[in-house]
């Protein structure tokens, strides 16, 4: 079992938290006086390659790794801009820090700004939270009134501007070099790389780009230490982590885990999600948001050689796509057994042929090739060759992109397929069944 630690949440529901003055007198800011006072940026650069947290938005890269890369030319101004687009479905962790302690992600800007060498630093929020983005807005302008922010921040000599810019309302500004163009005022479109941003990023300059959850957790690594963090989790899932979880479980929720808890007992226990609603019983999961491959029950909670499944990197992955899966973004979603697949992967890929930005032909005529595809099976009118043909067009997708937004189209339609054919087999060889309101089809047997 693992401990209990909250490293993000643990003030979470202190009363007024959200304000300077309450989450000050909690010990909030002590890790920027620490990291401005009394040490240097390289101190914390190592301090966070320490710790080996890696990155929380969904690639996992080793955050002081991509910290280290940051150039360094003189003359040069460089940029910190955090990733607080969150629009992956079934992912809502990072909406739950920004709304309720604010001050948390921006003493984390201030530490890693001073770090990287940043004066200029910019949290690009989701366009449609504009209640988050003033709430983020009011607690810089506390910080600011406390010196924590602008000229001269603690008498160090050090300068901060932090600036807080509504998304452009697609998922695509999720990905980092669509929302520098976002940011620079463009259309969000995914940039060809090389160069990357810790070259070539905001306006040309040397960037880091970090989600909302790995900046805020810089503030407890350098009070703590990088050791003492890498003390918690598993391997090199080292740390906590925040899964929102939704579907069909008892208590769906944001939720700060030690990384190598059993997935088992994530679901099922009640400190968590006190398991399926009443009645039913677990079907399948998608771990790590939309974009993961889908497992079924049996395979996320055990590996094919049989180990239990824990919520780690390492673990949902082992098997690779045949057997396991990704800790992604942390959005879990459950489905009982009255989830039709089918209907759910139609669903996704809905979405994905929306959000494609339509620079590449594969992902541009591909999402819809695969959505119009399974609209057919889902509706009755599919025909058997149309699995294969799902199967074809999602592997000429994968990898011949210049985002990893065609993976995250390809990835949901190849995994359902691959464990639950069966089903897609059944809307194809009983349309007006399968077309009848509430039918599933579940362990060769019709659930309506």
């Not at 890929?349 to 032909?361: A, D, K, L, M």
Request: overall charge neutral.
């Amino acid at each position: 079992m693992a401990s209990d630690i909250k490293i993000l949440t643990d003030k979470i529901n202190i009363p007024g938290i959200e304000t300077f003055e309450v989450y000050r007198k909690n010990g909030g800011y002590a890790a920027v006086e620490k990291a401005i006072k009394k040490m240097s940026p390289d101190e914390i650069v190592e301090e966070v390659k320490k710790s080996g947290i890696r990155g929380r938005g969904g690639a996992g890269f080793p955050m002081g790794m991509k910290w280290s890369f940051l150039a360094k030319p003189e003359g040069i101004p460089r940029y910190l801009v955090c990733n607080g687009d969150e629009s992956e479905p079934g992912t809502f962790k990072d909406h739950y820090l920004m709304k309720n302690i604010p001050h948390l992600l921006i003493e984390g800007m201030i530490v890693s700004s001073f770090a990287l060498g940043a004066n200029k630093s910019f949290i690009y929020v989701r366009g449609e939270l504009m209640y988050v983005i003033r709430i983020l807005e009011k607690a810089i302008e506390e910080a600011k009134n406390a010196g924590f922010l602008g000229k001269n921040i603690l008498g160090s000599g050090y300068d901060l501007e932090l600036v807080v810019q509504p998304g452009g309302g697609a998922y695509i500004c999720g990905e980092e070099t669509a929302l520098l163009e976002s940011l620079e005022g463009k259309r969000g479109n995914p940039r060809n790389k090389p160069p990357f941003p810790a070259i070539k990023g905001l306006y040309q300059s040397p960037t880091v780009v970090n989600n909302v959850e790995s900046i805020a957790t810089t503030s407890w690594i350098i009070n703590h230490g990088g050791d003492e963090y890498a003390k918690l989790g598993i391997g090199r899932s080292t740390g906590t982590k925040l899964i929102s979880a939704s579907g069909h479980v008892k208590k769906p929720g944001v939720y700060e885990i030690e990384l190598g808890l059993p997935v088992e007992e994530f679901i099922y226990s009640d400190q968590y999600l006190g398991g399926i609603r009443e009645g039913h019983q677990l079907k399948a999961v998608v771990a790590g948001g939309s974009s993961v491959p889908i497992l079924p029950a049996n395979l996320i909670m055990k590996t094919a050689n049989g180990e239990p499944r824990l919520m780690s990197y390492e673990s949902l992955s082992d098997g690779g796509f045949a057997t396991g899966t990704m800790l992604g973004s942390g959005g879990f979603i459950a489905m009982d057994e009255t989830t039709c697949i089918v209907r759910n992967t139609w669903n996704f890929s809905r979405f994905y042929h929306h959000e494609s930005c339509g620079q590449c032909s594969p992902c541009r005529e591909g999402t819809g090739w695969m959505e119009k595809v399974l609209h057919k099976i889902e509706h009755g009118h599919g025909k058997m060759s149309d699995i294969d043909l799902l199967v074809d067009v999602a592997k000429r997708i994968e990898g011949n992109t210049i985002c990893p937004l065609g993976d995250a189209a390809a990835w949901p339609v190849g995994s359902a397929i691959r464990h639950f054919r069966d089903e897609f087999e059944w809307h194809i060889t009983h349309p007006h069944e399968a077309t009848q309101k509430g039918a599933v089809f579940m362990n060769k047997s019709i659930l309506v």
